[in-house]
């Protein structure tokens, strides 16, 4: 019987080391918040101990036909049956409208070497898709060449929560895409894992 390891790797080839300080009093984690208020700074990075793949959601916007879309690594297979995938958009994104326009948007599933991808879809204005190759999915949208995989699927409910969006969608297609692993988000950096049996 074999067992699996991994560690993340910053893509510089580094691994990360934890930027964060636990405070203690008495041998317990102290609180950083008071009167039941959390400090955001904490909440970020307790959660930031939870890794996270990273997506692109894409479309093609129905006014302009212009590839249009966003980066998230808020996403989750929420169902099987029906088949069902969840993801969150915050309520500042200026990208959701053109992408939510569309009758289908795609999710990629993007690679350990797509960062770059991942930064140009998390700008603000200008052409995201420029000097991005992709080749239409079975809907017409935009599956980024390099992505894991992509994942067709309709948006039946948007769940206000928070400063952000829950997005419930409908899976119609899916297909793995590209070999590689996976993109990740952890601690506020970006990495690959390294696997070893």
Known sequence: ????????????????????????????????????????????????????????ITALDPESGEPCGLAANAFTSVSLEPPLVAFCVAHTSTSWPKVRGAKVVTVNVLAEHQQPVCAQLA???GDKFADLRWTGS????????????????????EHPAGDHMIVVARVTQLDTHAEGGPLVFFRGGYGRFETST
Do not use: Q
């Open 138 to 157: 079975p809907s017409g949208n935009p599956v980024i060449e390099g992505a894991l995989a992509w994942i067709d699927c309709v948006v039946e409910a």
């Open 1 to 56: 019987m074999s067992t699996h390891a991994a560690r993340l790797i910053r893509p510089d080839g580094c691994e990360t080391a934890s930027p964060y300080k636990r405070r203690t009093h008495n041998g317990a984690a102290m609180p950083n918040g008071h009167n039941g208020h959390l400090d955001s700074r904490r909440f970020r990075n307790v959660l930031g101990r939870f890794a996270t793949g990273v997506v692109a």
């Open 123 to 125: 700008n603000r204005g």
